[in-house]
């Protein structure tokens, strides 16, 4: 299904996204204008905000596209580590827990970790199945890998009216319906890339949705801050990246945007490589030393294919 004609301009599973609010400014004129923002979570905080510019200038503003990026992924299960978590909080009241708890707390403990692996298993799945109105996904930060959450019983940290959303650990709280926007759009359709839909907390759900504010900081400056609110605010997937695999049936992925990648030259049996110190920005050969012929790998060999758009016609990079 994925690969049917028109499957491109539809919302998937895996798909690496950035998440498009149209912020209403009224600062050129009397009457209301529309200006393109997208949502950002540095990751030096929980918070979760939107940054206001155009679409043309997404990476020639002194931004790291990564602050943007998110994987959707399918619904996780969470049973196992709320088992856990609930035996733990009984433990604690207890002086000296017996051997029979202490057996149970391993047997807990064992399938709240094996229930994280599948996890961590299904939020790597490439681009599976499109997705639908009505369907749940989760949020995965690229950067993070932490999840976009709502805090029920959190207040937003500048607009108090609203639930907090955060960036945390997978669980229920990070659990988002698909909804359309629009009347017209009926539940079940596709989703598609640019049309604006509504994502409903579900665990509060009773059209609790992702939202924004503006407001201002402490430092008194304007801010856009992503939160939940009663009938949210609509907004849209922009897609960044789609990982295809060179093979149907095999595990290997054809080289596309937003995938980690090393670039290794055997001739000099070297990494090319750059240094994380602001004052030297030039980029270098790093080679093995003594007896060892090949450099052991650094995270100072690791590279990133950026889009210079985010106006993208076709997915992949063509050779």
Avoid at 13 to 30: F, P
Avoid at 142 to 157: A, E, Y
Avoid at 267 to 275: E, K, L, M, N, P
Avoid at 284 to 300: D, I, T
Wanted: net charge positive.
């Amino acid at each position: 299904e994925a690969g049917k004609e028109g499957s491109k301009d539809n919302l998937h599973i895996g798909d690496l996204v950035v998440i498009k609010c149209n912020l209403e400014t009224n600062e050129v004129s009397s009457s209301i204008q529309k200006v393109p923002g997208f949502v950002r979570a540095t990751g030096l905080t929980a918070d979760v905000e939107v940054i206001q510019f155009e679409e043309e200038s997404f990476t020639s503003r002194g931004h790291d596209v990564r602050d943007f990026l998110f994987v959707v992924v399918q619904q996780l299960t969470y049973t196992a580590q709320k088992d856990l978590s609930r035996f733990r909080k009984h433990l604690a009241g207890i002086a000296s827990p017996s051997e029979e708890q202490a057996n149970q707390l391993r047997t807990f403990a064992e399938r709240a970790w094996q229930e994280h692996a599948r996890n961590s298993e299904i939020a790597q799945a490439r681009a599976q199945r499109p997705l639908r109105y009505g369907d749940d996904i989760q949020l995965q930060h690229l950067r993070t890998k932490q999840f976009l959450s709502v805090s029920p019983k959190d207040r937003g940290n500048l607009e108090r009216t609203c639930r907090q959303v955060t960036l945390e650990a997978g669980s229920r709280r990070s659990l988002f319906r698909i909804n359309p926007h629009f009347l017209h759009k009926l539940l079940g359709e596709r989703v598609a890339f640019d049309e604006q839909v509504k994502l409903e907390s579900v665990k509060l759900q009773n059209n609790w949705e992702i939202s924004w504010s503006k407001c201002k900081n402490p430092a008194k400056d304007e801010v856009f801050e992503v939160n939940c609110a009663k009938g949210g605010q609509g907004m849209s997937f922009v897609l960044y990246s789609r990982s295809v695999f060179l093979k149907a049936g095999r595990p290997g992925l054809a080289l596309n945007f937003g995938l980690p990648l090393t670039i290794f030259m055997p001739h000099f049996s070297g990494y090319v490589s750059s240094s994380c110190a602001e004052s030297k920005r030039r980029a270098y050969l790093r080679r093995g030393s003594g007896e060892s012929q090949h450099p052991h790998f650094s995270s100072k060999d690791i590279w990133i294919i950026e889009l210079f758009t985010l106006d993208v016609k076709e997915f992949g990079i063509e050779y």
